[in-house]
């Protein structure tokens, strides 16, 4: 399994990274081994505000759909649409190119709470 | 072994198993009389006296073959070539279920890929799923497609009056839970500017019928870019689909979801069921349309072949995030309309399309001359027509039942402003003698 360093993670399998004053979104190499070939991305709006752990949308591979929930809450400035056209993209490259939605932070400073690449290890490893 | 396995012995372990001595002992909470009432049935007879005895009850009967048929209204009295029953009653058609493994399916998994390829072309829509029940809840599951489409976040449904009544309560039927308004067809004289006018945000979808519920075409020009303007999705009710051989295709005036009953194509009236659930969308939102959809594809060796492309995903992939409860279709006559179009064909379709339409027009325009009589149908129709009787329909139709005629549908059981107004349907099987009956005897009922 892959973790990306300069990410920090959720329980739910997700990885937010820093761009300037953006954040970056997408699932980690952990969720996209478990969901197997991804088939399918649902988006939020770009706009839409959600709260820390809401859902904004769902993956579906060929095995599970999945529910994607947001670890910090703000609003979606840029999703990547060219996964509706690629979502293999998320298996292949799940920390660069499989990036899912850019969103502006409510409180930048939480992402400081979520799990560092190490805990995030340790916590795929417990499960 | 018994092929139910329920032996003495077997019985004997359950019961110890719930610490009961005997069966007797088990059912003794229904009361003495009723664990063996006496049925007072008629003494057992032959096979020979069962079967003239029912033989004699069978012809108290009629079938619309009795009748010169003026009913539509929603199922439609259309001719089921011969080849369609003897195709379709084969074993291998009959007796096929589900197609989950395509290797032991190609034969259903391509008829219905045909029957899809041939739909779409009919609608001008780009992709056809495996078909619903019925045409009334294909288009039930298209009002819960366009909540989906818009993610949920567009929650009001504005349906036509004119739309089917029966579709329409479907509809209501369908939708409770959802959080869902449905507007539009509180008022029945709502015409489509009226519609239009309640489009807005929260509106997922506008549904109409074309031809309508009356028969009149509808002035779709205008209709989808209004519709568009407000964010929703454009939904025809494509009925009767055998219109569809003369006009132009929904998919040309932008509709995202067609839906229509399927079967006028050489599935008969069938007592009212099994019918077929038509549904037709846009590629864009394939992945939020219900049902099943077979695709073409090549197997390891390059062979064609045919597969479930979007199979189970609401049973065993979505599961509660399925956005609709339907994962199977309407095989057998979903395969009756693939065979009665591709032996009818383009030509042999639009002729059946033109006879109904002129045979309509002559039929109300002999109607419109007689006295009491009036086509309230304005404007163009296909081959169905509203017609201004001096009287309740109900007592007419009881009196053309005597002459051989099974009139046409009373509108006041649904619309109370519309008394005395008769829905007639004319299609290909109605011979010119039988309209002139028709008219003949309703001239001498004019009097009702």
Known sequence: MKVEPNARYSKEHEWVKKEGDLFVYGITDHAQDQLSDIVYV?????????????????????????????????????????????????????????????????????????????????????E | MPYIPNTEANQKEMLDAIGVSSLKELFKDVPEAYSFPDLRLPKAVSEIEILDELYGMALKNSTTGCFATFL???????????????????????????????????????????????????????????????????????????????????????????????????????????????????DHANDLDELKAMLDGDTACLIVQNPTFFGDLLDVDGLAEAVHASGALLVVVANPIMSLGLLKPPGEYGADIVVAEGQPFGAGLNFGGPYLGVFAARQKHVRKMPGRLVGETTDTEGRRGYVLTLNTREQHIRREKATSNICTNQGLIALMASMYLSYMGKSGLRSVAEMCYHKAHYAAGEIDKLDGYRVVTEGPFFNEFVVQCPGPVADLNTRLFEAGILGGYDLSKDYPDRQNQMLVCVTELNTRQQIDHLVESLKSKGSV
């Not at chain 1, 840029?78 to 799940?94: R, Y």
Request: no cysteine.
């Open chain 1, 42 to 126: 649902e988006f939020p709006d770009v706009g839409e505000s959600f709260a820390a752990g809401e859902i904004i949308g769902v993956v579906e591979s060929v095995k599970a759909a999945a529910d994607l929930y947001l670890p910090i809450g703000g609003e979606i400035v840029e999703i990547h649409e060219d996964l509706m056209d690629t979502p293999e993209v998320l298996n292949s490259d799940p920390y660069e190119d499989g990036w899912i939605v850019k969103f502006k932070a409510e409180n930048p400073a939480d992402w400081d709470n979520l799990l560092s690449p190490e805990d995030y290890e340790k916590l795929v490893e417990e």
């Open chain 2, 72 to 186: 539509g209204a929603g199922a439609y009295n259309h001719f089921v070539p011969s080849v369609i029953p003897s195709l379709a009653g084969r074993g291998e058609f009959l007796t096929a279920y589900t197609p989950y493994q395509p290797e032991v399916s190609q034969g259903t998994l391509q008829a219905i890929f045909e029957y899809q390829s041939m739909i779409a072309e009919l609608t001008g829509m780009e992709v056809v799923n495996a078909s619903h029940y019925d045409g009334a809840t294909s288009m039930a599951e298209a009002a819960i497609m366009s909540i989906n489409v818009a993610n949920g976040k567009r929650r009001k449904i504005v349906v036509s009056p004119s739309v089917h009544p029966q579709y329409r309560e479907t509809l209501r039927t369908y939708l409770p839970g959802n959080q869902v308004e449905i507007v539009g067809d509180e």
